[in-house]
T-cell receptor, first 109, second 115 residues
Framework: TQLLEQSPQFLSIQEGENLTVYCNSS?????LQWYRQEPGEGPVLLVTVVTGGEVKKLKRLTFQFGDARKDSSLHITAAQPGDTGLYLCAGEGDYKLSFGAGTTVTVRA | DSGVTQTPKHLITATGQRVTLRCSPR?????VYWYQQSLDQGLQFLIQ???????AKGNILERFSAQQFPDLHSELNLSSLELGDSALYFCASSAGGLAGVYEQYFGPGTRLTVT
């Protein structure tokens, strides 16, 4: 059983469309991190959110941490083929990160 | 390039054998974490070391052990290997690890295949 539930599991969209990935838990986290992983490589940190209600923007990516620090979302505007990958959320607690199962995003040209 | 190095990149071995995976953290990072990633289990935290001391333990089997050396590199030892141990093993490092927010940087991984 995953501590963090990510949805959807798979997402396939056309270039230029928007997408949102969700990360939900019944646990409260000190912080939440989002990573992107490409096949055969290690996850790459995208952002860390710490404060409940926090919104961070990285170019076309918008990350939000829920007010209760139990959930988060990642929104990509005008997706590009380079956004293709496995998106993982990870919650920090008890000196360790607990990862969700990930959302596989495919952006078709 | 995250600055974390792992060797070897690929490892193929037989059931019952023992292997050692090696990780060098980013320069200046004191914490090292080991993760196992398989298709059915996702990314699972195994163990963390901070400046040579074990700091946190996750879903690590008794057949697995790790250590962090004075130069801060770490090794993960896997023994009595089973087919189900086939997976990607990642090492990550961070500057902190005692408390508070810390950001982890992952190495490229070691792909272990047990036949």
């Amino acid at each position: 059983t995953q501590l963090l539930e990510q949805s959807p599991q798979f997402l396939s969209i056309q270039e230029g469309e928007n997408l949102t990935v969700y990360c939900n838990s019944s646990s409260v986290f000190s912080s939440l991190q989002w990573y992107r992983q490409e096949p055969g490589e290690g996850p790459v940190l995208l952002v860390t959110v710490v404060t409940g209600g926090e919104v961070k923007k990285l170019k076309r990516l918008t990350f939000q941490f829920g007010d209760a620090r139990k959930d988060s979302s990642l929104h990509i505007t005008a997706a590009q083929p380079g956004d293709t990958g496995l998106y993982l959320c990870a919650g920090e607690g008890d000196y360790k990160l607990s990862f969700g199962a990930g959302t596989t995003v495919t952006v078709r040209a | 390039d995250s600055g974390v190095t792992q060797t070897p990149k690929h490892l193929i071995t037989a059931t019952g054998q023992r292997v050692t995976l090696r990780c060098s953290p980013r320069s200046g990072d004191l914490s090292v974490y080991w993760y196992q990633q398989s298709l059915d289990q996702g990314l699972q935290f195994l163990i963390q070391y901070y400046n040579g001391e074990e700091r946190a333990k996750g879903n690590i089997l008794e057949r697995f052990s790790a250590q962090q050396f004075p130069d801060l590199h770490s090794e993960l030892n896997l023994s009595s290997l089973e087919l189900g141990d086939s997976a990607l093993y990642f090492c990550a490092s961070s500057a902190g690890g005692l408390a508070g927010v810390y950001e982890q940087y992952f190495g490229p991984g070691t792909r272990l295949t047990v036949t």
